[in-house]
């Protein structure tokens, strides 16, 4: 589905590293008010690059504190906040690598009953407290912050706005709201809405900063991303590199707006004017959809 009111110049290769570095598995790319961009990278270093608003590149950070590093979150209180699928763990940072906190046990997973690569074709056997192998973390307005968990957990975590454990919910399952297979990411709005890509469901389930089940999408292939612009749209990330991969924009309700043809990403970002930055996992590479 196309429509007018979205239309997009596409740049390849629009993060440019020196002659000295090569970009690794690309994980995660945010942005923060100034327009530089934070790229999340695995199997290099540093993990955190950043780029100014032309695709230079400006420094990096994080190899003394990040093993695995997942999708990124710029809040609107200026921090990054970063998983840690490798080791377990959430960080917050702020812009300049400075690490204000860290949540999980390094290395020493939950117990879900889930270990093995092989084990992410199916449901986790039990739901745990965090982390096994986390997906992302994101800030509310309220100043709680929350992280989906994950690869190997069924659950959505919600925290003080100091690292303090509150709640938890999610069990694992195939159908009803509540239940998850690998939720892969989140957003949540300035109301406190949130909607979480339950992946390998096929769904975005939507509920209150409570926990509360308010309704799902169902129309969608492997929702992976999500991210809202100013306008209040929604862009998701579909498919996976054999799965027709795209960018749908949905409105409030989850329906179709726009699709924009993209190859497989793992996280997207769109900036206050409307351009969309994906980070491109095997192709190793950010690009960039310029709004026109």
Not at 103 to 119: A, F, Q
Not at 193 to 212: E, F, L
Not at 227 to 252: A, H, W
Request: negative net charge; hydrophobic residues 35%; proline residues 5%.
């Amino acid at each position: 589905m196309t429509s007018t009111q979205f239309a997009y110049t596409r740049e390849d290769n629009w993060a440019k590293l020196p002659s000295s570095m090569k970009f690794g598995i690309m994980t995660g790319v945010t942005a923060d008010q100034a327009g530089n961009v934070y790229v999340g990278q695995q199997r290099q270093n540093p993990p955190i690059l950043v780029f100014d608003k032309n695709g230079d590149y400006v420094t990096g950070w994080g190899s003394e504190i990040i093993d695995e590093v997942h999708i990124l979150t710029i809040g609107t209180d200026g921090f990054l906040y970063a998983p840690d699928r490798g080791a377990h763990m959430v960080h917050k940072f702020d812009l300049e690598g400075n690490l204000i906190f860290s949540i999980g046990e390094r290395r020493n997973p939950s117990d879900t009953g889930s270990w093995k690569n092989w084990e992410l074709k199916m449901t986790v056997e039990r739901s745990a407290g965090p982390f096994n192998m986390p997906t992302r973390m994101f800030p509310s307005p309220t100043g709680s912050i929350y992280v989906s968990d994950g690869y190997r957990n069924c659950r959505i975590h919600e925290f003080d706005s100091k690292g303090t454990l509150l709640n938890s919910w999610g069990e694992p399952g195939k159908t009803d709201l509540g239940l998850f297979h690998l939720p892969h990411s989140l957003w949540i709005t300035s109301d406190g809405t949130m909607y979480v890509c339950d992946r390998k469901n096929n769904r975005v389930q939507v509920m209150s900063a409570t926990g509360d089940f308010l309704s799902e999408w169902t129309d969608l292939d492997m929702p992976g991303d999500i991210c809202m612009d100013p306008q209040g749209n929604f862009y998701l990330l579909e498919g996976d590199v054999t799965r027709d991969p795209k960018i749908s924009i949905r409105d409030k309700n989850g329906n179709l707006l726009h699709t924009i043809d993209a190859p497989y990403g793992h996280q997207l970002w769109v900036t206050p004017n409307g351009d969309v930055y994906l980070a491109v996992c095997w192709e190793q590479q950010i690009i960039r959809f310029r709004r026109t």
